[in-house]
């Protein structure tokens, strides 16, 4: 977990929702009642896996940067790398497990 320093949030109610889902399933050790709790989230970032640019270079993988505001107004954030979409997917699918219900397809 790093502090930041976020003061525009640009992303969704309903984002900052499902990626609170995630940071509750893979970095539960930060929901623990603590004043360094996560309250919301107020915005993240994605960086796409990158192929290395030179022979010494290694690759950049996908990672995912949750950044979120805790019980005492602080701002920190939590990457997670090797963190794509499936895992973000695998990440809601283990939250309605745990806390909700699974949304039915009605289409």
């Given at each position: 977990?790093?502090?930041?320093?976020?003061?525009?949030?640009?992303?969704?109610?309903?984002?900052?929702?499902?990626?609170?889902?995630?940071?509750?399933?893979?970095?539960?050790?930060l929901?623990?009642?603590?004043?360094?709790?996560?309250?919301?989230?107020v915005g993240?970032?994605?960086?796409?896996?990158?192929?290395?640019?030179?022979?010494?270079?290694?690759?950049?993988?996908?990672?995912?940067?949750?950044?979120?505001?805790?019980?005492?107004?602080?701002h920190?954030?939590?990457?997670?790398?090797?963190?794509?979409?499936?895992?973000?997917?695998?990440?809601?699918?283990?939250?309605?497990?745990?806390?909700?219900?699974?949304?039915?397809n009605?289409?």
């Amino acid at each position: 977990m790093s502090k930041i320093n976020m003061t525009e949030n640009t992303t969704s109610k309903s984002t900052n929702e499902l990626f609170m889902r995630v940071l509750q399933v893979e970095s539960p050790e930060l929901f623990d009642g603590s004043d360094d709790q996560p309250v919301r989230v107020v915005g993240y970032d994605y960086s796409p896996f990158c192929e290395a640019v030179c022979e010494t270079c290694g690759d950049d993988p996908e990672m995912l940067t949750i950044a979120f505001e805790t019980k005492n107004g602080e701002h920190y954030s939590q990457y997670y790398d090797y963190f794509g979409l499936p895992n973000i997917l695998e990440a809601l699918d283990k939250w309605d497990k745990q806390y909700g219900k699974a949304v039915e397809n009605l289409g």
